[in-house]
DNA sequence: CCTACCGATCGGTAGG
DNA sequence: CCTACCGATCGGTAGG
């Protein structure tokens, strides 16, 4: 049973913010109670690892990533290649600006997870990658994309895209419309056989 | 006086292989020593502090990132924007396949450098960057790249390139050169105005 | 480079 | 959610 109660998503808030900052080795549980006002003893009337807090923010943005490509994948569902990647791309960034600590930690500290999670998580990433990595295939196939390996161009993009959780500021420069339209046209472009 | 025995570089090595493994945080100083057959305390006969295994790691990775983007400018005196990228985002390329332990320490753990060593870091990573956005910059206004926002399409470029050290794997499918090939036609296409 | 040791902190438990 | 506490481990020092 996973308790669900506002205090629970309270240490997810606090942890995702700190895991965040400082990543998930140097954030002792202490760290996450003393920002809840609590003693590090009592945060275990909520939860019963420190791991177990990492799991379920990672979880919970894994599922918000599949969830909104699966959204974006519905609302096209007669796209060409370049209009299903372009919405790819432009749910991607939604994810990250949506909630850039939740996805920053899924992003960069998946790996400290142990066993079946891990595993899981990384299966999960690579379902994930596929989605990208098959719509170029198509497009290359059909001559809307350059010959390329659509292996390397997915993980040069999903890189690219990742990083955004890292230096994303809400209070920034440019609003995540504003980044979603340039690495749209940048992913766009590095695709394309021969644009406009 | 920084010490430059086999012993004290012999140290660097397995600690960078174990701060890309698990990250700085995770990796204790007795883990080092364990991994070179001493004892944890031992450590100490070579160096002052955890950090300062780190700083050397770090600032050497950065002085090489430097060096060879230097090499690239200088082994291309007159060239245009494209050919000027092309050599840069090379260079990166080869830095990084050259040493993925070192590079991917230098991405990703440099922010638990403290005090002057972290904003001395952060310097020289804006300076590294800064290269890549005035090329770009010259690019937009030569009409060799289309318009964009310099400073976006240098990060986004950048992140791509240094997510290479994180999946870089000597025994993998491509070899380094391959790697290059792909990701400088990626970046190039990511940019141009009209290609071919 | 070793043994012996330091205080601090770690994740976590017991019992209320 | 608290107090009190656990064994393990942390980075690091002293003295050889």
């Given at each position: 049973?996973?308790?669900?109660?506002?205090?629970?998503?309270?240490?997810?808030?606090?942890?995702?913010?700190?895991?965040?900052?400082?990543?998930?080795?140097?954030?002792?549980?202490?760290?996450?109670?003393?920002?809840?006002?609590?003693?590090?003893?009592?945060?275990?009337?909520?939860?019963?690892?420190?791991?177990?807090?990492?799991?379920?923010?990672?979880?919970?943005?894994?599922?918000?990533?599949?969830?909104?490509?699966?959204?974006?994948?519905?609302?096209?569902?007669?796209?060409?290649?370049?209009?299903?990647?372009?919405?790819?791309?432009?749910?991607?960034?939604?994810?990250?600006t949506?909630?850039?600590?939740?996805?920053?930690?899924?992003?960069?500290?998946?790996?400290?997870?142990?066993?079946?999670?891990?595993?899981?998580?990384?299966?999960?990433?690579?379902?994930?990658?596929?989605?990208?990595?098959?719509?170029?295939?198509?497009?290359?196939?059909?001559?809307?994309?350059?010959?390329?390996?659509p292996?390397?161009?997915?993980?040069?993009?999903?890189?690219?895209?990742?990083?955004?959780?890292?230096?994303?500021?809400?209070?920034?420069?440019?609003?995540?419309?504003r980044?979603?339209?340039?690495?749209?046209?940048?992913?766009?472009?590095?695709?394309?056989?021969?644009?406009?």
């Amino acid at each position: 049973m996973i308790e669900t109660g506002a205090r629970r998503r309270a240490i997810d808030e606090v942890a995702s913010e700190l895991f965040h900052a400082n990543g998930y080795a140097a954030t002792s549980v202490r760290d996450i109670a003393r920002a809840l006002d609590i003693q590090g003893a009592s945060l275990y009337a909520h939860v019963a690892s420190k791991e177990d807090v990492l799991w379920s923010i990672v979880d919970r943005a894994a599922t918000a990533f599949e969830a909104s490509a699966e959204r974006a994948i519905i609302e096209t569902p007669d796209a060409d290649p370049t209009e299903r990647l372009a919405a790819l791309v432009e749910a991607h960034i939604e994810t990250i600006t949506a909630n850039p600590q939740h996805s920053s930690v899924f992003v960069t500290e998946w790996r400290h997870l142990s066993g079946a999670r891990r595993t899981t998580i990384a299966a999960r990433r690579d379902a994930y990658e596929a989605r990208f990595r098959s719509t170029i295939e198509t497009g290359v196939s059909v001559g809307a994309f350059h010959a390329m390996d659509p292996a390397i161009a997915s993980t040069f993009l999903l890189t690219a895209l990742n990083g955004i959780s890292t230096w994303y500021r809400p209070d920034g420069r440019l609003s995540p419309d504003r980044i979603a339209d340039h690495y749209i046209e940048l992913a766009l472009h590095s695709l394309s056989e021969d644009h406009r």
